[in-house]
């Protein structure tokens, strides 16, 4: 490595460090004004807003933003560079912008394996506590019980819960209901349905059965109470997307392979928060390129100009990503191509830019 390569990677990283520190600080001080109020009302410890809350915070939205900050870090450095004619010289003396670029790569690398690792084994861990902090001082949400639970146990049945316990594994007016070929074969209505450890059965009270047969005649049957198996224990049966939040990569992976074998109809949901924890770290490279390309020229608008096109194609980069997992939650287009589309795109819009460039 030369002397060109140790000072663009030192003014990345020392770059990169300055704007995510100064971005989340600001992001800190908006989010602590808004929310006072209810650290206030809910009387929440101030130990548990600094170590629960806002650690968890600044490392979540550092990692999530990771890219975006990097874009910009890249474009401000870089713009200084041209305007100090250093760039200038690199070219001067004969190296091309693909040899000036390999600093630049290895200074995302940098950020790359950290991300990586946040983002699928240290994060997860981290995010119970940091949702659990919300939902008692913030949202005031009660974790321990959903209304209207609806659960897909198989291809073929269904349950409904008007509300259920999730401390006491119990749930109150539950439908049971069992399909072939989109015809209703078996229906199990009850006031209650609670879980039997030693069982691994769910007990129904107060239950009647509608059973169907290949004569079209209804068979009832009503009783007090009995045991049925559902193939479904309570943890499975009451998971939020905050638990799959906090899963890490192999626990998410083997949580999808379970759920997509029962047919989950909210499947694309976790396969969106599977493929978004490599995408989001992987457009780091994209936007390393991506600003060195803005950057690397003088023009009249000067530094001004650069970051705004820049804050332009975050937002742009923002919205095709939220615009295209809709594809996926709304219809049946697969998540890895949602999610990973738009850094598809602006890939190719990098590639030809930068052969335009040499």
């Known amino acids: 490595m030369k ?6 990677i030192k003014h990345f990283l020392y770059t990169f460090g300055l704007a995510i520190s100064l971005i989340l600080s600001i992001a800190v001080i908006f989010d602590f004004s808004e929310k006072i109020d209810n650290f206030i009302d809910h009387q929440a410890p101030t130990n548990l807003i600094v170590s629960d809350y806002y650690m968890n915070f600044i490392i979540h939205y550092g990692v999530l933003f990771s890219g975006l900050i990097t874009f910009i870090s890249v474009i401000f450095f870089t713009s200084r560079m041209s305007e100090k004619n250093e760039i200038i010289a690199l070219y001067n003396n004969q190296i091309s912008p693909a ?9 995302a690398l940098f950020i790359f394996f950290p991300n990586i690792y946040f983002q699928n084994s240290f ?14 001082y913030i949202k005031n949400k009660d974790v321990f019980r959903e209304k209207k639970l609806h659960k897909q146990i198989d291809e073929n049945t269904f349950i409904f819960i008007n509300n259920y316990d999730v401390k006491n594994e119990k749930g109150y007016n539950f439908d049971i209901q069992k399909f072939d070929k989109n015809k ?27 059973r169907i047969n290949s004569n079209n005649q209804i068979n009832i049957e009503k009783g007090k109470q009995k ?15 905050r638990s799959v939040k906090s899963m890490n990569f192999q626990e998410l992976k083997q949580f999808i392979l379970n759920e997509k074998n ?30 060195f390309l803005i950057s690397n ?9 650069k970051l705004t096109a820049g804050i332009a194609i975050c937002f742009l ?29 602006f890939l190719i819009l990098s590639l030809a830019l930068f052969k335009k460039l040499t």
């Open 3 to 8: 002397k060109f390569d140790y000072y663009i």
């Open 99 to 107: 040899r000036i670029l390999i600093p630049y790569m290895i200074s």
């Open 123 to 136: 994060l997860p861990k981290k995010n119970e506590s940091r949702l659990d902090f919300e939902n008692k």
């Open 184 to 210: 209703i074969l078996e229906k199990i209505s009850g006031t209650n349905i609670i879980w039997q450890k030693k069982e691994q059965k769910w007990l129904i009270k107060n239950f009647t059965s509608k």
């Open 227 to 241: 045991l049925i198996g559902l193939n479904i224990n309570p943890t499975q049966m009451f998971q939020q997307n």
């Open 262 to 291: 029962r047919g989950n109809e909210f499947l694309p949901i976790y396969q969106i928060e599977q493929h978004e924890r490599f995408s989001y770290s992987f457009s780091i490279f994209i936007f390393t390129i991506l600003g």
């Open 297 to 305: 020229k003088k023009n009249r608008g000067g530094l001004g100009y």
């Open 317 to 345: 980069y923002i919205f095709l990503m939220k615009f295209a997992i809709t594809f996926t939650i709304n219809s049946s287009i697969p998540a890895f191509i949602t999610v990973w589309s738009p850094n598809i795109l």
